[in-house]
C-alpha cells in the first residue's frame, strides 16, 4: 500500500501541472510590439495601408508561433494525461481490490462464528475466558469491517476528484486551443483584405506611371551576422534565371520567390538606392547599388519603403511584395545586374551563393 500512496501523489502533481498550462492567457500582456492588436475596428489606426500589412504580417506571425506552441503543448499534455488516465485505472483496481476485502472479511466473519451470529456466540458463553475471547473476536471483526469500508469510501472520493479535475483541465485546455485558432483565423483574414486593398493602391500608382513615396515600415530589429541576406525571410523559389515563357520576351532575366501581397522585402546588403520607379513590365521596382558595384533589383513590388539616393542596410525592410506590372501572381522577381539598367543580368542563385547566401 505504500508505493499505492506514492502513485497518488504523482496523480495530483501531473494534474495540477495540466491546470498551471492551460490557465495561461492566450497573449501575454507586455510589449505592445509582440502584441495583436486587434479590437474588432477593422485594420486601422493611422499607419499607412502598407505599415498596416507589415504589422498584420507580425500579427500574424505571432498568432500562429502562439497556435503552434498551443497545440505542441497540447500534445505534451496529452502524453501527460495518458499517464493520468493509467495512474486512474490504477485506482480504480485498487478500488476492486478493496471490494474483495471486504467480502473477505465478511465470509470469514460467518467461517469464523460456525454460521452462528457473534451475538449470539456472547450471550451462549459457559465462562468468562469464552466470553473474552468472543468479545475480542467481535471487537476486531468490527474494526476491520470499518476500516475496509472506510478505505474504500475514501478511495472512491478521491477517484472521482481526481477524473473530474484532468475532465476540467481538458476542457480548459481544448477552449483555450480553440480560441488561439479563432484569433488566428481573425488575424490571417484582415491581413488577406489588408493584401489586396494594398495591391489595390499599387496598381493605381502604376497605371499613373509615378510612385506615391516611401511607405515607411516599423523596421524590425535585427542583430544579422552577414553581410548578405535573402530578399525574403520565407519563400518558395518559382521561375529560375534563364527559364522560358510567355510572359519573357527572351528569357527570364532574375529568380522569382513566391510569396504572398504585403511580404517584406530586404535588401540583400549595404547599398543605396538606384531607382524608385512605378510602371512597365517590371511594376513597381526598387534598384540598390551595392559598394562592390554590383546592383540588385526588387520587382512587382505592392509598396516601396525607401526613397532614390537613400542609403539601406544589410536586411533593411525596403518594400513589400505584390503583383505589378507583367506578373500573373504574387511574388518578388529579383535580379543581380553589372549596370542598373536591364540587359546585364546574372544569375543571382550562384552569386548569392558565393556570398554565403544559400536559397531553398
Same mark, same amino acid.
Request: glycine share 12%; net charge positive; hydrophobic share 55%.
Given at each position: 500500500m505504500r508505493s499505492y500512496r506514492r502513485r497518488r501523489l504523482? /496523480? #495530483? $502533481? @501531473? @494534474? %495540477? $501541472?495540466? /491546470? /498551471?498550462? !492551460?490557465?495561461? #492567457? #492566450?497573449?501575454?500582456?507586455?510589449?505592445d510590439n509582440d502584441t495583436p492588436s486587434l479590437n474588432g475596428e477593422g485594420i486601422g489606426g493611422d499607419l499607412g495601408l502598407g505599415a498596416q500589412v507589415a504589422r498584420l504580417y507580425k500579427d500574424a506571425a505571432l498568432a500562429t508561433q502562439r497556435y503552434e506552441t498551443g497545440r505542441q503543448e497540447a500534445e505534451v499534455q496529452r502524453t501527460k494525461a495518458q499517464r493520468i488516465e493509467a495512474l486512474l485505472e490504477r485506482e480504480r483496481r485498487q478500488i476492486g481490490v478493496l471490494h474483495e476485502d471486504l467480502g473477505r472479511i465478511a465470509r470469514a466473519q460467518y467461517r469464523s462464528s460456525g454460521g452462528m451470529p457473534l451475538t449470539a456466540q456472547l450471550i451462549l458463553a459457559k465462562s468468562p475466558d469464552q466470553l473474552m475471547r468472543g468479545q475480542h473476536v467481535f471487537s476486531q471483526t468490527n474494526m476491520a469491517v470499518n476500516n475496509a469500508i472506510e478505505k474504500n469510501r475514501r478511495a472512491e472520493a478521491r477517484l472521482a476528484a481526481d477524473e473530474a479535475k484532468a475532465a476540467r483541465a481538458w476542457q480548459t485546455l481544448d477552449k483555450r486551443n480553440a480560441e488561439l485558432a479563432e484569433l488566428k483565423k481573425g488575424i490571417e483574414q484582415k491581413l488577406e483584405v489588408a493584401r489586396w486593398q494594398l495591391q489595390g493602391q499599387a496598381d493605381a500608382s502604376v497605371a499613373a506611371g509615378s510612385c506615391a513615396g516611401a511607405v515607411r515600415l516599423d523596421q524590425p530589429q535585427t542583430d544579422f551576422t552577414t553581410e548578405w541576406v535573402a530578399p525574403v525571410e520565407s519563400y518558395e523559389l518559382s521561375a529560375a534565371f534563364g527559364s522560358g515563357g510567355l510572359r519573357w520576351a527572351n528569357q527570364h532575366t532574375g529568380q522569382d520567390f513566391a510569396v504572398p501581397i504585403g511580404t517584406p522585402v530586404r535588401a540583400v546588403g549595404e547599398? +543605396? !538606392? $538606384? +531607382? !524608385?520607379? %512605378?510602371?512597365? $513590365?517590371f511594376g513597381m521596382e526598387i534598384v540598390v547599388r551595392h559598394a562592390d558595384g554590383y546592383y540588385t533589383q526588387y520587382a512587382h513590388l505592392a509598396s516601396v519603403a525607401v526613397d532614390q539616393g537613400e542609403r539601406v542596410d544589410t536586411g533593411q525592410w525596403i518594400g513589400q511584395t505584390g503583383t505589378t506590372g507583367n506578373s500573373t501572381g504574387p511574388h518578388l522577381h529579383f535580379e543581380v545586374r553589372l549596370t542598373a539598367e536591364m540587359g546585364s543580368a546574372l544569375d543571382p542563385v550562384p552569386w548569392l551563393e558565393a556570398r554565403g547566401v544559400r536559397l531553398g
Open positions: 504523482f /496523480v #495530483p $502533481a @501531473l @494534474l %495540477c $501541472a495540466l /491546470v /498551471v498550462l !492551460v490557465a495561461q #492567457p #492566450p497573449f501575454a500582456t507586455g510589449d547599398g +543605396r !538606392v $538606384a +531607382r !524608385v520607379s %512605378c510602371g512597365g $513590365a
